[in-house]
């Protein structure tokens, strides 16, 4: 019996006579017993929920498809906190019942919608970076789920390389267009998009314009409406109907997806979803059962600590951007990268600091990195042998933060399936050395009398080695001039106009 039951026993005793006073004792153990049997009966429950939605989550650890040729971890603030970097993909895929949502008869697997959610190291500001699915950029040689290894390609579809390597495939392609690091990686399917907007009681949504696409299977009135389901999907999915925007092609599909996502953290917000268990309960269970995450997002405490962290995150510092863009000249159809204003938003998101607003200004990334202690002087020359374009120059930018002396870049007189060193034998030091940077390298060693060692990247080249780059100064980037302003959408911008 606990002290409060205790209390009221010993306030009864001085009114009661013996009699009342043992009925009352017996009566107060039985709630003193019942009260601790709830209480238990609510931990085990409690505990089952979690585990509950804690199995709902598939983990996919893609850590050593990565490899080691990475961009560098930030430095943390003075606070010791670090920005995160979170790549989010939404799946075509037409497996189970996404056949049913999303139509068509495409085999395969594509990422119909990606996002780099990047959440500043204070978690007061946050940055959704849109990659159109349309855009080209160069997808490097990716290690599949099942061993085998993709060839680099050139001026591909953004999209295709989830088709080519899974999720590892598509974050080695954000980080070699980025320089940004990943951090954590969420993959969610048509049925995941489904389920959460269902559980959230449907989203609002505006059309200027009545919509009537046969092709994208809806059709809506003007005005504000209330989309759940299938209908919901099909709305951010639309790509052709031109009376709002769509021609085929992404942008204004992707325009559509960042109000959609605000309207729904504004939504999560206005219905108090958070302060209610039951809904609270059926979104965090639609949601967890609709992801595939990292091994460090794969449980449910890992995502309310996560959440957690975001309490303070205003809706209006939530910034909607896409990646800076234009047509591609030789297909009106495709995207390219427009620089120097992409760069300048990689540039900003590296040092986590605001996007660019027009007013020019240095960017100072945190990197830390330092030539590695104890690196014998290594002469290096770099032949690109693997046949993609600039792959030399960032090979030798890599050997350089490794502290190796690069002295000449070059292509190679032909294509090589292996990568290699090769050294005149008084170079063996110098060349084991450079194996640090390329273990996978093999080592050929010629008579040439040259001090030079050189590499020869060759198709199977995975990257530069983590080891053998250690810290060094910080890099430092000054916005072009004049400096770019890059359109953005707040999160907490208005979804159905004032009437």
Known sequence: MNDVTEDLADQFRQVEAPRARKRLRRALRFTALGVSLALTGCGVAAWAVYEKLSN??????????????????????AAGERPLNILVIGSDSRAGTNKRLGGGREDGERSDTTILLHIAADRKSAVALSFPRDILVDIPSCKRPDGTKTWPERKQMFNRAFTYGGSACTIKTVEQLTDVRIDHHVVVDFQGFVNVVDALGGVPIYLPRAVDDKT?????????HLVKGKEALDYVRLRHDESIGGNGGDLGRIQRQQAFLSAM????????VLLNPTRLYAVLDAATKSLKTDPGLSSLGDLMALATSLRDLDTRDIKFVTLPNRPWPRDPNRLEVRKPEAEAVFAALRADQPLPDGRPRTITAAVDRTPAPGLPKVRVRVLNGADVPGEAKRVAARLRDAGYTVVAVDNAARQYARTQITYDPAQAQAARALARAVPD??????????PVVTLVIGTDFTGVSADAVAPKASAVAQLPNPAPSIEARAADQAVCPAS
């Open 216 to 224: 994208g299977n809806i059709r809506l009135p003007a005005g504000c």
């Open 56 to 77: 709902n989550i598939q983990s996919e650890d893609v850590g050593q498809a990565l490899g080691d040729d990475r961009p560098a971890v930030p430095q943390a603030n």
């Open 441 to 450: 390298a093999r080592l050929v060693a010629r008579p040439s009398g040259s």
């Open 265 to 272: 953290v504004q939504r999560v917000k206005s219905t108090g």
